[in-house]
């Protein structure tokens, strides 16, 4: 076994009595060498988009968004160019510090990397046997980076015309759906200071921020949210927030009001609906109280009775939000059950959708339903649709 090991340090040694001396001597050119052929192959880039314009291979917005992901590369890699040649004016130093930690770690590693990988003793890996890529998740992961390129252009976009009220709320929107919060709060308050009086613009900031402080309430988030729930009571964001904090203190008579309050007052389409149902189930079956004594506060009522009903554009019937009955048999339904009537639920707003694509507010709520039940890709093709609506 000892003839291996002197052959792997003989090895090394030869390897690092080549490496080092080039490493000492090149390092200084190596960073602005480099730099320099990123500004170059980025160059060459932004022509070849031209090109495949004049080929036909590429749309004028497609044309767009492929030249500014291309310009924010090129950027970077002139701005690290200066900065690498700022840095070799500074002498050999990092150079021999490099070295140094390469005569110490490679050695280390390689025969690390040998005790893991190389030992006679580990099982064979064949590659029929390796986990396959599920197709799913290449799928989800080309629609991210395509949501990702979107959320770029959008905020160049910005920093062009910051006075854009509705590139800062979509803004937003896309940085919440890829769970970015602090930066999606960020792009409320953008919004927020073009439109001040907008309440639903201040539900939103909250609700960021209170994702982006991992569901922690502060001060400023719980009045946000109490102010809009004040200003406009059938705001639905509000009220759920408010009940969901009410119920974390213990409240849940109070949470309860607010959430039957909150049914009472959505349309009978509203995304929302099934979980606030099943959230009432829940919460009041923890608390001992009968869903069925549970009844909206006049204000609520007032509200409701207030709303313009729907006009049918057809003689077909809408479908009615759920009723007193229908929270209580949910109260009583299994886990499973209450599941797979709020997804009966959300897949019938998604066939009206489908029998009417021209709706730009159905196809938000929509989004919304998706996103509640936790199908991120599914919302993002409704928030698509929505926004190739004008």
């Known amino acids: 076994m000892t003839g291996p090991w002197i052959i792997a340090v003989v090895l090394i040694l030869v390897c690092l009595a080549v490496l080092l001396p080039v490493l000492l001597r090149a390092r200084a050119a190596a960073a602005p060498a480099r730099a320099a052929f990123d500004v170059t192959v980025y160059k060459d880039q932004l022509a070849e988009v031209d090109r495949d314009v004049e080929r036909g291979l590429l749309t004028g917005a497609e044309a767009e968004a492929a030249r500014v992901e291309v310009q924010r590369r090129l950027l970077a890699a002139a701005d690290e160019a200066g900065k690498a040649d700022t840095d070799t004016a500074g002498g050999g130093r990092p150079g021999l510090v490099t070295a140094v930690v390469v005569a110490l770690l490679v050695p280390a590693g390689a025969l690390a990397t040998y005790m893991v990988l190389g030992s006679p003793e580990q099982p064979d890996q064949p590659l029929a046997a390796r986990p396959k890529p599920e197709p799913q998740v290449a799928q989800a992961d080309g629609r991210a980076a395509s949501l990702q390129q979107a959320i770029s252009t959008l905020a160049d976009r910005l920093k062009k015309n910051p006075q854009d009220l509705d590139g800062w709320t979509l803004l937003g929107r896309s940085l919440m759906l890829m769970s970015r919060y602090g930066e999606s709060a960020q792009a409320f308050a953008q919004a927020r200071s073009l439109a001040p009086d907008d309440l639903s613009l201040r539900a939103d900031w909250a609700e960021a921020q209170l994702m982006a402080d991992e569901g922690e309430m502060s001060d400023a988030v719980r009045q946000a949210f109490q102010a809009v729930r004040a200003g406009d009571p059938s705001q639905p964001k509000a009220r759920f927030y408010v009940g969901a904090d009410l119920a974390d203190r213990g409240d849940a008579q109070g949470a309860l009001a607010e959430w039957v309050d909150m049914v009472a007052m959505a349309p009978p389409d509203a995304p929302y609906l099934p979980t606030v149902t099943a959230q009432i ?104 649709k929505a926004a190739a609506l004008p």
Not at 352 to 381: H, I
Request: proline fraction near 9%.
């Open 281 to 384: 189930a829940r919460l009041a079956e923890q608390a001992g109280i009968n869903p069925a004594t549970l009844e909206p506060s006049a204000e609520a009522r007032a509200i409701a009775a207030a709303r313009p009903a729907p006009q049918p554009a057809a003689p077909v019937v809408a479908p009615k939000g759920p009723s007193r009955a229908d929270m209580e048999a949910a109260s009583e339904m299994s886990a499973e059950d209450r599941a797979a009537m709020i997804r009966s639920m959300v897949e019938r707003l998604a066939t009206r959708m489908e029998e009417n694509p021209g709706d730009k507010q159905g196809w938000l709520r929509l989004a919304q339903a998706y996103e509640v039940l936790g199908e991120t890709e599914k919302a993002a093709e409704a928030r698509a």
